[in-house]
Antibody, heavy 115, light 109 residues
């Protein structure tokens, strides 16, 4: 069964950093595209980042470009989101998502940026 | 960046049929956008109903179907149930960049 479990969220001061982890099971990362998504409280879904499972090409939303870095470790079946220079507007619940038949959602990990 | 548009709110009668649409500011939505449809109920994580235009997960109720219709992606619900009341988001890929629609609040009334 496909499962994705996000972790690493927490409370951080503006300008701080966090590293989110998405541990996947039930499928292999190799050949699967992965996406990070976030949702601020009471708001809609926002696409953050995408990594191709074929070309390893990575793309970012303008709102996080230059501050966030997506990576993965196929051996650990994990995807990461390094978040630097965090701002109050980055406060949200962060989800990772597989592609196609692996597009199951986890419960997300909350990130709060506040002084 | 492209803008993806959805109806803000739609109401359907129990047992009725409704189609939610997902348009793109760049032109017609095609299978090359790999349209996804997600359902989210209050206090819950989203769940994927449709991927790659019209593929379903094992948990997707048979009454939901995805298609391309009139240059848009479409999610059709045939035989609405009270438990289908939720927010529905479409999602499109633009050569690696992803864009969500603003969501449609579906009321079953």
């Amino acid at each position: 069964e496909v499962q994705l479990v996000e972790s690493g969220g927490g409370l951080v001061k503006p300008g701080g950093s966090l590293r989110l982890t998405c541990a996947v099971s039930g499928f292999t990362l190799s050949g699967n595209h992965m996406t990070w998504v976030r949702q601020a409280s009471g708001k809609g879904l926002e696409w953050i980042s995408f990594m191709s499972g074929v070309t390893n090409k990575i793309s970012y939303a303008d709102s996080v470009k230059g501050r966030f870095t997506m990576s993965r470790d196929n051996g650990k079946n994990s995807v990461y989101l390094q978040m630097n220079s965090l701002r109050a507007e980055d406060t949200a619940l962060y989800y990772c998502l597989g592609s196609g038949s692996a597009s199951r959602w986890g419960q997300g990990t909350p990130v709060t940026v506040s002084s | 960046q492209a803008v993806v548009t959805q109806e803000p709110s739609v109401t359907v009668s129990p047992g009725g049929t409704v189609t939610l649409t997902c348009g793109s500011s760049t032109g017609a939505v095609t299978s090359g956008h790999y349209p996804y449809w997600f359902q989210q109920k209050p206090g819950q994580a989203p769940r994927t109903l449709i991927f790659d235009t019209n593929d379903k997960h094992s948990w997707t109720p048979a009454r939901f179907s995805g298609s391309l219709l009139g240059g848009k992606a479409a999610l059709t619900l045939s035989g609405a149930q009270p438990e289908d009341e939720a927010d529905y988001y479409c999602f499109l890929f633009y050569d690696g960049d992803g864009v969500f629609g603003g969501g449609t609040k579906l009321t079953v009334l």
